[in-house]
């Protein structure tokens, strides 16, 4: 047991996107042979996925994808919702990210702010907007079309509505298939951070800003 748990630990200090211990305890690993025939299809759809080749991830023993292997015809279809979501909108990447860390904000998910911080500042997010955002502010250096998104799906989270003058805003800019897909970026990765939730899903934090806990995370 001792000798399990060693291997595990330092699996997860060798590669950071790997599990912890912890994680082992739900939804442990299926060995290959106990697979389904769509289990097997579905981590195939996985690893031949662009976030592989994106750092966004591949190994179908970390969360959420070992819970989306228990029902792997959903999983099949959420790798193509998802590929397109990041991949085949017409986003910027700063765009894209900065709406999957406005939904790791609202779910206080310390997994999908690590994961995507550094993708986000990569895409050409100025470094304080993540930081502002995990402070619970409203960032003070966004861009107009950032600034767009921030008030499109903050006032969803916050207000459980949109106003007038943010919806005029963001289908002005950016369409109506734009603003579906910026709420399906939302509301995909909402699937996700239940899925790490449910799988005690944790993942060893960087360099980034930390998300802090707040009473309310988005500003009025």
Excluded: C
């Excluded at 005029?168 to 239940?194: F, R």
Aim: net charge positive; proline share 6%; charged share 25%.
């Amino acid at each position: 047991m001792k000798k399990t748990i060693a291997i595990a630990l330092l699996a997860a200090f060798a590669a950071p996107g790997l599990l912890s211990a912890a994680d082992n305890t739900r939804f442990p690993p299926i060995p290959a042979d106990k697979q389904t025939a769509k289990q097997k299809e579905f981590i195939q759809a996985l690893t031949q996925s662009p976030r592989a080749a994106n750092g966004g991830g591949g190994n179908i023993n970390n969360p959420p994808f070992k819970v989306y292997l228990r029902s792997p015809e959903y999983g099949i279809e959420a790798i193509k919702i998802s590929d397109y979501l990041r991949f085949e909108t017409g986003l910027e990447d700063r765009l894209t990210e900065l709406a999957i860390l406005i939904a790791a904000r609202n779910w206080d998910n310390d997994y999908i702010w690590t994961a995507h911080y550094g993708a986000a500042v990569k895409g050409g997010l100025d470094p304080s907007v993540g930081a502002d955002i995990a402070a619970g502010k409203r960032p003070a250096k966004m861009k107009e079309d950032e600034a767009i998104v921030y008030d499109l799906l903050t006032e969803i989270y916050r207000d459980r509505k949109v106003s007038d003058a943010t919806f005029a805003k963001a289908v002005g800019k950016y369409g109506e298939k734009g603003i579906m897909d910026i709420i399906g970026l939302a509301a995909y990765y909402g699937n996700t951070a239940m899925a790490l939730i449910v799988s005690n899903g944790t993942r060893p934090a960087g360099n980034e800003p930390k998300l802090q806990k707040l009473a309310q995370n988005f500003p009025k």
